[in-house]
Nanobody, 127 residues
Framework: QLQFTESGGGLVQPGGSLRLSCASS????????IAWFRQVPGKEREGVSF???????KYAESVQGRFTISRDNAKNMMYLQMNSLKPDDTAVYSCAAAWSGTGSSWIPISTSDFKSWGQGIQVTVSS
């Protein structure tokens, strides 16, 4: 089973940028569809960016045009570049993976599809 280590979170002013990184170990990342989720206390976990193992990508409407998900299968890394950040983006962000087989266009978007999760990292957007 995959294990993850996230980094890159922190405090940023509105309009600023952050890049989250997620290092995976335990299995080759190219067999997995990957995603970034976020959660605010008292609310359900929200999927924000998704990438199938064939590279197909989907974004939540709330982050479309501002966030970019990417992956480096050779390094078993995934990333989330976040630009034009807003206070509403404040949350704990987690990377996740769902087994799909290599070269699959399947983009799972439900939390129940993902069996491997990072521990979460805080992103705070505030002046």
């Amino acid at each position: 089973q995959l294990q993850f280590t996230e980094s890159g979170g922190g405090l940023v002013q509105p309009g600023g940028s952050l890049r989250l990184s997620c290092a995976s170990s335990g299995f080759a990342l190219h067999y997995y569809s990957i995603a970034w989720f976020r959660q605010v206390p008292g609310k359900e976990r929200e999927g924000v960016s998704f990438c199938a193992s064939d590279g197909s990508i989907k974004y939540a409407e709330s982050v479309q045009g501002r966030f970019t998900i990417s992956r480096d299968n050779a390094k078993n890394m995934m990333y989330l570049q976040m630009n034009s950040l807003k206070p509403d983006d404040t949350a704990v962000y987690s990377c996740a993976a769902a087994w799909s087989g290599t070269g699959s266009s399947w983009i799972p978007i439900s939390t129940s599809d993902f069996k491997s999760w990072g521990q979460g990292i805080q992103v705070t957007v505030s002046s």
